[in-house]
């Protein structure tokens, strides 16, 4: 009997091996494909899946259109690289996984890119962090907080104003930069304490390292579902992107941090003055004024809002938040507020000055509430400007602020109906869940403010709206957010006129975490008499 040769014996357990591993694979997997083929399913190719629709960064939005439409389903199973994934616009179903307790923590297919290179923070941070994070947070958004804002918000707004002022010259321009620079501002003074003067050229360099992040991230996350992140770091421009960035947070929170920490010792000071000093007496008027701590801070610094930062460093120094959790923090805020409202701001225009009969009946609404173009905006008057809500609202749903958000599936879950099975990556369209025409209408893909209309916004588009997310992990800054917009917009509505040339036809998206436009549409700015 002939033996075989050593090349056989070789062959024979490389292929027996292959065999095993991939019996294990399956098997391991055995729940992903029992549960997750209750969904329509499209299939695709050995190690990449699906990947390959996805044809680049500017086609991410209509690629996935073509997704659910190949699969003729609002909620598909397939595979993007490593990751099994639902994808999914079916308001039932993102209701119920945004609500669900026991999926709390963000697709790693996604939020991992993030998380790496915010250092952390409540947008990306996995459950337990962000639990203990983001109750300890939100007393820097509460509303009091929020309504001492506002003077930080007209401020903001006369300066758009001025500088929207000087581009009036009959041309078209882009005031993206301008608006990103702008919001930068507001977040640096409303969370970080860092007033920046008017051209600050630290706040242009910022603005603009910013968008490189933001750019490079999302072609981070998508060479991450090949687990091949990692190769972001080979390019020099993004690293001295974050550098630079992460410099500029620390850089705030060491001075302010010096600040306080001075602060506290002229409060020592003072007691030990006031103490030792037998003829320092006080009326029953005056002491009413200055019986506590923070009154006597006063004496020493300009009191100031309990701003995010504030917050922070005083959780650091009771030990409940580390060091490191005041730079993801601080990193993720300033970050996200940057990008989406001012996206949200310039989309608003975008649509505004394309469908100029809306923006005269919106600027209709504005000149009832503030007959003077020179005005400070407050809580009572925002909430006269019904139509402003349905404008921003509608800019909201037509041009979402995050496209897509998603969560990772830690065990078999049943939702509802549906079984999620572990290790899956459920992703949430939202902008393909804001265009359903079976749920807004024919003119889904149209801009009309009247789809918030008290006539119109129903139970069904309440749940088919989500902007801001829904649930525990919706976004901590949704307030601020719509406040600072409402009072920018009505600024600007009520002294200029937008127009633009750019027809709405031609409109693209892409994705650079936040929406944006593949060509940004120039506007022009005409002064209102």
Known sequence: MELPKHCEVVEFIFVAGFIILWIHWIWTRRNIYKYGLSFPVLYGFPIIGSLYKIRGVNNISRDLSN?????????????FGWFPTILTADPEIITNVLRSPELLNKAESIYHPIRSIFKGGLVASRVDEWSKNRKLINPAFANKVLMSFFPIFNKAKNNIIEKCSE????????LLNAIQTMTLTITAETTMGKYMHKGNQISNDIANNMCVIMEYT?????LSFMNLGFIMELFSKFRNAKKYSYQFVEDLIHKKLSKTTYAEKSITNTKDDMSSNENFLLTNEENEFTNNEDDL??????????????????LYKQQLFTWNDIISESNTIVGAAFETTANAIYSALVMLAMHPEIQQ???????????????????????????????????LRFAPPVPVIGRHVTKDTQVGKNVFPKNTQILISILHLHRRTDIWGSNANKFDP??????????AQKCAFIPFSRGKRNCIGLRYAMFSMKIILSGLIRNFIFETDFKFANLR????????????PELKICLRS
């Not at 997704?67 to 595979?79: A, E, R």
């Not at 801070?297 to 917050?311: C, G, H, R, T, V």
């Not at 998206?509 to 940004?520: G, I, P, R, S």
């Open 297 to 314: 801070a006063d004496l020493s610094i300009k009191k100031e809002p309990n701003i995010f930062i504030d917050q922070a460093i005083k």
């Open 218 to 222: 999302v072609i981070s996350i998508l």
């Open 167 to 174: 581009l009036v010259d009959n041309k078209e321009h882009n």
């Open 361 to 395: 009946r919106l600027f209709e609404e504005v000149l009832d509430v503030f007959p003077e173009k020179n005005f400070n905006a407050g809580l009572d008057q925002l909430d006269q400007l019904q139509y402003l809500d349905c404008v921003i609202n509608e800019t």
């Open 450 to 459: 009247e789809h918030f209309s008290a006539e119109n916004f129903g139970e």
């Open 67 to 79: 997704i659910f439409k190949d699969s003729k389903s609002y909620t598909v199973c397939l595979w």
């Open 509 to 520: 998206f892409t994705n650079h975490v936040a929406l944006k436009y593949l060509e940004e």
